[in-house]
C-alpha cells in the first residue's frame, strides 16, 4: 500500500513548547467551566446537514465586513466610476479574502484548542477546549465550502497569522487562553455580527448564526477561566499577561502587517480592472485631507476585543496609554 501524499508545500512548521498535565481528579471543580461545557454539547450542530447548502448563492448579495457606515471605499471616485459587473465582481473577491481570513483563524483555533486541552489543568477546562476542537473543525468545514462558491482562497493576513503564532508558541497557558480565546474569538465574534447584518444571502446568513453562536461560548471560556485564574496570579505572571496581551494587539495593529494586508486589497482592485496608482493617489490624498476618514469604519479589535480586556482587568494606569497610542479606547 502506498502512503498518502502530503502536499507540504503547503505546511508550516512551528516548534511550541508544551507541558501536558494529566488531572486524576474526575470531579467538577470550576462549576462555571462545567455548566459550558454542557451547554457545548446541547449547541453541536454538523456543517453537511444543517447549512440550506441546496440553495443557491448569488455573489451580489453576500456583503461584505461593514459596520454601520456602510463600505468605505463609497466614499472614493474610483468606485464611483465603476461599472455594476466590476463592482459586483470586486466585493465578491473581497468577500471571499475577508471569510479567508476566517478559514485561516479557525484552523489556528483548532490548534491552540488542542494544546489547550494538553497544558490546562482542571478536568473541567479540559473537557470544555476538548469540545471547542470539534467546533473548530466545523468551522473550517463550513467556511471553506462556502468560499468556493465566490472565489478562491486567499493568503492569512500577516497581523492574525503573527498573533495565532504567538499564541501557538506561548509558554503560559493563561496566554494562549488569553490570545485565542478572548482577542481572536472576541474579534471573530465581532466580525460575523456584522458580516451577518449586512449579507443578503441565506446560506451566509446561517453559516454566520451558528458560528457566532460558537464563538460566544468561546469567548466565555476565556472570560470565566482567566478571570477566576488572574485571582491567583502572582503579580509578576499577571504583568506577563497584560504584556502578552498588548504585544498581540500590536500584531495585528503593525503598520507594516496592516500595509500588507492593504496590498492585498490593492492586488484585488487591479484584477478586476482598477488602476491602483490612480486609487492608491486619491486615498492617500483623501486620508491626509480628512484624517477622521482612515479610522471611519468598522474595527472588531476596538469594538469587541478591548472591551473584553477592559473586564479582565488588563487594560489599566499601566497598559492603558499603549492602547490608547494604537486609537483602541473610545
Not at 251 to 279: H, K, R, W
Amino acid at each position: 500500500m502506498s502512503a498518502a501524499k502530503v502536499h507540504t508545500t503547503t505546511l508550516e512548521e512551528i516548534v511550541t513548547p508544551l507541558t501536558t498535565l494529566w488531572n486524576f481528579d474526575y470531579e467538577s471543580n470550576v462549576k462555571a467551566l462545567r455548566d459550558l461545557y454542557e451547554i457545548a454539547k446541547r449547541d453541536q450542530w454538523n456543517a453537511s446537514t444543517d447549512i440550506p447548502w441546496t440553495v443557491e448563492t448569488d455573489p451580489t448579495q453576500v456583503g461584505l465586513l461593514v459596520g454601520p457606515e456602510g463600505d468605505p471605499l463609497e466614499h472614493f471616485d474610483f468606485f464611483k466610476d465603476l461599472s455594476d459587473a466590476q463592482r459586483d465582481d470586486l466585493n465578491r473577491r473581497r468577500s471571499a479574502w475577508t471569510l479567508s481570513q476566517f478559514l485561516h483563524g479557525e484552523q489556528g483555533a483548532a490548534l491552540c484548542c488542542g494544546q489547550l486541552v494538553e497544558v490546562v489543568p482542571d478536568i473541567d477546562g479540559k473537557l470544555y477546549a476538548a469540545t471547542q476542537v470539534i467546533d473548530e473543525a466545523r468551522h473550517i468545514e463550513v467556511f471553506h465550502e462556502y468560499i468556493g462558491r465566490l472565489d478562491r482562497i486567499y493568503p492569512m493576513m500577516p497581523g492574525l497569522k503573527a498573533l495565532i503564532n504567538a499564541v501557538l508558541s506561548a509558554e503560559m497557558w493563561q496566554m494562549k487562553c488569553l490570545g485565542m480565546q478572548v482577542i481572536a474569538e472576541s474579534m471573530a465574534m465581532g466580525a460575523f455580527k456584522m458580516m451577518k447584518a449586512s449579507t443578503g444571502d441565506l446560506v451566509l446568513r446561517r453559516v454566520l448564526e451558528l458560528t457566532e453562536r460558537d464563538e460566544a461560548r468561546h469567548v466565555s471560556f476565556g472570560l470565566i477561566y482567566l478571570k477566576e485564574e488572574l485571582e491567583g496570579l502572582s503579580e509578576q505572571d499577571q504583568i506577563a499577561l497584560e504584556d502578552f496581551a498588548l504585544a498581540g494587539i500590536g500584531l495585528l495593529m503593525s503598520p507594516a502587517n496592516l500595509e500588507q494586508s492593504g496590498q492585498y486589497l490593492f492586488d484585488i482592485m487591479g484584477e478586476v480592472g482598477i488602476d491602483t496608482d490612480a486609487a492608491g493617489k486619491e486615498m492617500a490624498e483623501r486620508y491626509e485631507a480628512d484624517p477622521d476618514l482612515r479610522g471611519a469604519g468598522t474595527n472588531p479589535i476596538k469594538q469587541y476585543a478591548i472591551p473584553n480586556l477592559e473586564r479582565l482587568g488588563l487594560v489599566n494606569d499601566r497598559t492603558r496609554p499603549r492602547y490608547a497610542e494604537m486609537n483602541l479606547l473610545n
